[in-house]
């Protein structure tokens, strides 16, 4: 890839930049808990965005990719804001780091990726982080510091792309460290690496290639149910929620309400369970969370859907350690930490019953916890 790039930017601009890279990211288990004030758990991966950039001593910006195989200019102003969806990330990403203070001058840029698009690995945390880390570098001196980084990626998906996103996909996008998971706790920002080296397992996602329609907006009605519980409770977010409190108030609430609840304050916990077995390298118990999870994801919160749920239940036919929906649900992937014995098995067994019963192959994304936004050398 990066000698692609390289062609492609000396055809283009007739010189050499400089290369950066920043990562998709998985989320081991902390599902829903963004917007409750929880813990999340992700990891930067393998799968990167890289470009080469270089200032180009103007007002404008110059930009080819080479995955859709268009250009884009575009100058530095509010107004010149580009009409191409995929430009505008890179547009918000200077945007917000002008806004902050930051400087941004014109600067030419190729750049490819081999995030899995549509997989819930977040290529568009990727390409912005990709960008901010450079722009922090080229420009700024790296004076601004990694969690603003991270904002300048979330602000841009708000102001310039519509998508009102939490911060977990960008902070694992610009934090990702070689070798270790990172627990984010979502309400105080403070984080902590947790070695994740699972000698003998591969994380494998599968993707179904499936997403189904979302009617009727049910994550916010299910944000809606954890903020109606919460109230009820007295509480800011079901973060400070027991189980015993929640039961407590069982009487007084909807049944669905009362599921959405009892799914997040236990999935809070798993989370907690999940690092106290990494640092013991217990990844039987890791495993036996993600299969809660799941459980929980597909009965109490209502977000899995038939594809997923047949997936996860090959999983536990062939003896996978541990399996679970990851990200929003309705569609996309399993997370997967299989044996390294098991794994030909189990993924012959999954795109042959999977093709069997739904007339398609999902996909198949082995991946490996790597570093997050970094200039490459």
Avoid at 102 to 126: M, Q, R, T, Y
Avoid at 142 to 159: C, M, P, V, W, Y
Avoid at 263 to 270: A, S
Wanted: some cysteine.
């Amino acid at each position: 890839m990066q000698t692609k790039i390289s062609n492609e930017f000396k055809n283009r601009f007739g010189s050499e930049g400089t290369f950066y890279a920043s990562a998709g990211r998985i989320n081991l288990i902390g599902e829903h808990t963004d917007y409750n004030g929880g813990f999340v758990f992700p990891g930067a991966i393998d799968k990167v965005i890289m470009a080469e950039i270089r200032p180009n001593g103007t007002d404008k910006v110059r930009l080819f990719s080479i995955d859709i195989n268009e250009t884009a200019e575009f100058g530095l102003e509010e107004a010149d804001a580009p009409k191409a969806q995929w430009a505008r990330y890179i547009f918000g990403v200077c945007r917000e780091t002008i806004k902050r203070g930051g400087v941004v001058k014109g600067f030419d840029a190729v750049f490819a990726g081999n995030v899995p698009l549509g997989a819930g690995l977040s290529s568009s945390a990727a390409l912005e982080s990709c960008f901010a880390f450079a722009l922090n570098d080229l420009f700024n001196g790296n004076t601004i510091d990694k969690f603003e980084l991270a904002r300048i990626g979330q602000s841009t998906e708000h102001n310039y792309c519509g998508v009102n996103c939490g911060i977990m996909d960008q902070f694992a996008s610009v934090f990702g460290k070689k070798g270790n998971l990172m627990r984010l706790d979502c309400r105080s920002m403070e984080y902590e690496y947790f070695p994740f080296d699972p000698k003998g397992y591969t994380l494998v996602l599968i993707d179904s290639v499936v997403k189904h329609e979302l009617v009727d907006s049910p994550y916010n009605k299910r944000r809606e149910s954890c903020e109606r519980v919460a109230r009820r409770l007295g509480i800011e977010t079901l973060r400070d929620a027991t189980m015993e409190s929640l039961n407590a108030i069982k009487g007084d609430i909807t049944a669905e309400d009362y599921f959405r609840a009892k799914f997040v304050i236990e999935e809070k916990e798993r989370v907690l369970a999940v690092c106290d077995a990494l640092e013991r390298g217990d990844y039987d118990t890791v495993g036996r969370k993600m299969y809660e999870t799941h459980d929980g994801l597909s009965k109490d919160y209502e977000v899995s859907c038939e594809e997923l749920d047949f997936l996860n239940d090959v999983a536990r036919q062939c003896g996978v350690t541990g399996s679970r929906i990851m990200g929003g649900g309705f569609g996309g992937c399993t997370i997967n930490l299989v044996k390294d014995e098991l794994y030909d098995n189990f993924i012959a067994t999954a795109r042959e019953r999977f093709n069997t019963r739904y007339g398609h192959e999902p996909k198949i994304y082995p991946v490996v916890i790597s570093d997050g936004a970094r200039r490459v050398e």
